[in-house]
């Protein structure tokens, strides 16, 4: 197995988890990645998450309507400025769907010497840095991929 099997392999196993974790919360992949950035950065507004994420303030409100629905955030006003709303991340509330994931890596790391996590670590970091700059070169592209209209 090469370098893109593993990351073929990978990218599926991640994809899988995710569309069980939407099947389970009643949200799309879309939410649970908002979920992780109000939760990473604390309460946005719909307009700060909608530029974070490259969707319109509307399609924001049906994500938060969704996440709100699912038990996952709620809507506060901005305690900066009260005619604003912010949307919070309920904590604990992802993370329970994902404590067995937890757990499982944690043993999965616990085999390598902390040597051998680095390493891992590293490839982690790089591989999410060319994650991140192909998304961005595909949302950029404005085409649309091979055989789609």
């Known amino acids: 197995m090469d370098a893109r099997d593993f990351g073929r392999e990978l990218s599926t196993a991640v994809v899988a988890f995710h569309e069980a974790v939407g099947a389970r919360l009643g949200v799309t992949a879309v939410d649970q990645r908002a979920l992780a ?16 994420i490259n ?3 509307g399609a924001i409100t ?18 900066g400025d ?6 919070t991340a309920i904590p604990g509330a ?7 994931l937890g757990a499982a890596m944690g043993e999965v790391a ?18 999410v840095d060319v994650l991140k700059e192909q998304t961005r070169l595909l949302s950029e592209s404005g085409r649309p991929a091979p055989g789609r209209p």
């Open 37 to 52: 950035l109000i939760a990473g950065k604390g309460p946005l507004s719909a307009g700060e998450l909608a530029k974070e």
């Open 55 to 57: 969707l319109t303030p």
């Open 62 to 79: 049906g994500v938060a309507d969704r996440l709100e629905r699912a038990g996952l955030v709620r809507r506060e006003p901005d305690p």
């Open 82 to 87: 009260r005619r604003r709303v912010v949307i």
């Open 94 to 100: 992802f993370g329970q769907v994902f404590a067995g």
């Open 110 to 127: 616990a085999r390598y010497s902390p040597a051998e996590q680095q390493v891992i670590a590293d490839w982690v970091v790089r591989t």
